[in-house]
């Protein structure tokens, strides 16, 4: 009932904004294909489809009727390199951001910003800092431009959703010191070919990638000079949780630990050579030992006996081992996919599963979208801004390759939920509390209104000059009396009855609450 409650909100404000919306033209109903339907599926279905992936389109519906509901899973758990279509494939390959290498590109960007901190002031200085500013930003537009071709067009769309839930879990702020110039090898590096594979690998991943400890400032953490930041927040926002009874004492050891863990983008240090021995060096990561606090420590009331970066990798092991943690992490994953409010009897099937399998993350999704409170719940959950638009624009062009994806960067930054953009390192909300509000709808209803009326700029060039691209996409078409139509309520059939055009009723769909919820 709250449910249904919830989407007559949304819809009587989606038809309140529609009633004030400029129709431009007339256009007759759009009325079923006469081609021979496809066997109807189920409502059940399609919810599951679109809750394992960013949203329907033709070739997701018809992979899920050949493979049925348990293999299409397991294909999808099974991390992959999945082909996307040529022309996305092409404009991905001709991306700067993929062949920049961290050591050296932090390198020459410490000695241009030293060079322009050392010229006198005036004009030239400020261009200077403006130029290199803009490159960083060029980098970091192409990451978020990466990820978005691949949420809109890779097959393999649950990796792609795990990518981007783990993105926001372990989350850095571009903004930051040097991390324009780092969050696309993060994403490479650190997050991606972890998703599906043990929570430990993943929790070391970040660990060592540069963007993670600039963020968070372990590369100032040092014996002498301790720093929590990190610490804290890989045991409050990473593993544990709130409330998981770890101590501000473990807090502060689990900062003793990883004292020394930083970024180094020049020559090795110049170490004794019992240290010497104890160094490492991956890339732009370094743990200097002459930096590290090599006393004793005790964590969750285990001691751990200095000996270099081991202790980090001891330390990490141990609190991803904490049933703290797998309760921690099974609620975030059901929060995102089933539940504002997860049942515990899940959570804790879950948490189960996580300690049994060493923390395998398929295993521990496997048991999510095979439960029965997954089921129950589908057609509940509201989509957040990311999903909203990645399945609109899928659902809206189906495959159609788009060029442009400033417009989808400006949505989603309007919404409040830009890639690599929250400063604080908690992450977006997993909840609908925070994207449901009159302000987020008038914006979802523009952007729905921008699709069903035009290209929306998406298929213009991504040097700001306009395509030849003209039009609306035709939303009544085969996938949408497939896979949508049997299945709409009848507030929003009735909705579409009344739309005075093609492009209102494309707007009415997209912004309908049987679209806002999946």
């Given amino acids: 009932m709250e449910c249904r409650d919830r989407s007559n909100r949304v819809l009587s404000l989606a038809a309140a904004l529609a009633a004030a919306a400029i129709v431009v033209g007339c256009a007759s109903q759009p009325t079923q294909s006469t081609s021979s339907p496809l066997p109807v599926l189920h409502r059940e279905d399609m919810l599951w489809l679109e809750r394992v992936s960013f949203g329907l389109d033709t070739v997701s519906v018809a992979e899920y009727r050949r493979l049925g509901r348990a293999q299409y899973l397991e294909h999808e758990l099974l991390p992959q390199r999945a082909p996307l279509p040529a022309p996305i494939a092409a404009e991905l390959a001709a991306l700067e951001v993929n062949h920049v290498d961290p050591v050296h590109s932090l390198a020459d960007v410490n000695a241009q910003y030293r060079a322009i901190n050392a010229m006198p002031d005036g004009a030239d200085k400020e261009a200077a800092r403006k130029t290199l500013n803009e490159h960083g930003n060029k980098l970091a537009y192409e990451a978020v431009r990466r990820d978005l071709l691949r949420a809109v067009y890779s097959p393999a769309q649950l ?73 804290r927040e890989l045991m409050e926002l990473h593993t544990l949780g709130v409330g998981s009874g770890y101590t501000q004492q473990d807090v502060q050891n689990m900062a003793r630990v990883l004292t020394g863990v ?88 879950m948490s189960q599963t996580f300690m049994h399998s060493d923390g395998d993350i398929a295993a521990v999704l496997r048991t999510l979208f095979l439960s029965r409170e997954f089921n129950v719940a589908l057609g509940g959950k509201f989509k957040d801004p990311m999903r909203f638009v990645v ?41 609908e509390i925070n994207w449901a509000s009159s302000g987020q709808m008038s914006r979802r209803f523009d952007i729905a209104r921008l699709i069903g009326q035009g290209n929306a700029g998406l298929f213009d060039a991504e040097t700001g000059s306009a395509s030849n691209a003209t039009g609306f996409p035709q939303l009544s078409n085969r996938l949408y009396f497939e896979a949508v139509e049997p299945f709409l309520a009848s507030r929003t059939k009735d909705a579409l009855n009344r739309a005075n055009s093609q492009q209102e009723w494309n707007t009415f769909l997209l912004s309908s609450p049987d679209f806002g919820y999946e």
């Fill in 159 to 231: 990796q792609e959703e795990m990518v981007w839930f783990w993105l926001n879990h372990f989350s850095v702020f571009q903004g930051k010191a040097n991390l324009r110039w780092l969050v696309g090898d993060y994403e490479e590096r650190a997050i991606r070919p972890h998703v599906f594979g043990h929570f430990r690998d993943l929790v070391m991943a970040t660990l060592e990638h540069p963007a993670m400890l600039q963020y968070l400032d372990n590369n100032q953490n040092a014996a002498g000079h301790i720093n929590e930041n990190y610490a």
């Fill in 391 to 431: 399945s609109a624009v899928r659902f809206a062009y189906d495959g159609r390759p788009i060029s442009n994806t400033r417009p989808m960067v400006n949505w989603l930054n309007g919404l409040g939920e830009g890639t690599y953009g929250h400063q604080t390192p908690d992450g977006y909300s997993l909840t």
């Fill in 262 to 349: 930083g970024v180094n983008a020049g020559d090795a240090p110049h170490l004794k050579p019992d240290m010497q021995k104890l160094y490492r060096r991956d890339g732009a990561f370094e743990f200097n030992p002459a930096r590290h606090d090599f006393g004793a420590k005790t964590l969750l009331g285990h001691t751990i006996d200095g000996k270099g970066f081991g202790e980090v990798e001891e330390a990490v092991k141990l609190i991803v081992q904490q049933p703290a943690c797998a309760k921690f992490i099974s609620r975030q994953l059901a929060m995102y996919f089933v539940a504002d409010n997860p049942p515990p009897a899940l959570v804790e099937r």
